[in-house]
């Protein structure tokens, strides 16, 4: 193992049951991530990409095999460690936003500052700063039913760094967008890495989102090709 890799995984298999069959999704994926880097990951459907990704952000535990943070094992730690864990170094965003329908876009964004117990005027000031680097002040107050595809996938990536998490994980981020604003949310995550150093991981099936990061891997059936 490179001794300054953030995260390195090593040897990963997974297996799902299906009835009496177990069908083997990862078939023994080794990775290396720098500090800083920007990885895409890119394969078609049932290629075997978001399981590895659930499983690097600790949300899927291995069949076989280990992921390393900093040289520390994580799935040596209890369920409640690899929680705190994740809301301390990790930043997650999907598809679908997953935004809270019932809380405006500011309070969206508070949502893993305060679940950590961080005062309200605290998470208020940090999450005033992230939606202005989202250039979505004026939506601030705005609820999600009255936000674009596009608006609400950036306040999805704000909430994502509102712990300031060494390693921002992304599962198909423009896969539910219009042409126009996949090109956005990929120049912001390009230009986010390079003004906050942040690590970032993306996985995709969109070639022209995995064209502008500068290391590749491609995966099919569940290994790298």
């Known amino acids: 193992m490179n001794n300054n890799s953030l995260i390195y995984a ?8 299906q009835g ?6 990862l078939k023994g ?4 991530v720098q500090r800083g880097e920007a990885l895409c990951i890119l394969g078609s459907s049932g290629a075997g990409k978001s399981t590895l990704l659930h499983i690097l952000g600790t949300l899927d535990t291995p069949s076989s095999g280990q992921v390393y943070f900093q ?4 799935f040596l730690k209890t369920d409640d460690e690899l929680a705190s864990f ?3 170094h990790l930043g997650f965003i999907f598809q679908f936003h997953h935004l809270l329908s019932e809380f405006t876009a500011l309070e969206n964004i ?11 005027a605290e998470c208020q000031d940090r999450a005033k700063e992230l939606i202005e680097l989202m250039g979505l002040t004026d ?9 674009s595809g596009g608006e609400k996938q950036r306040i999805a990536i704000a909430r994502a760094l509102m712990q300031s998490p060494d390693i921002l994980l992304a599962d198909e981020p423009t896969g539910n967008l219009d042409t126009a604003n996949g090109n956005k949310i990929k120049d912001l995550f390009l230009d986010l890495q390079r003004r906050l150093n942040l690590t970032i991981i993306v996985i995709t099936h969109d070639q022209n989102l995995a064209r502008s990061f500068p290391r590749i ?9």
Do not use: C
């Open 71 to 74: 040289g520390e094992n994580l």
């Open 110 to 120: 508070m949502m893993p500052a305060r679940i950590a117990g961080l005062s309200k």
């Open 86 to 88: 994740r809301n301390k």
């Open 10 to 17: 090593k040897n990963i298999r997974k297996n799902f049951h």
């Open 20 to 25: 009496k069959k177990e069908l083997p999704v």
């Open 139 to 147: 939506r601030s107050a705005h609820y999600p039913t009255e936000m």
């Open 29 to 32: 994926i080794d990775l290396q």
């Open 217 to 225: 891997l491609q995966m099919k059936d569940g290994r790298w090709l």
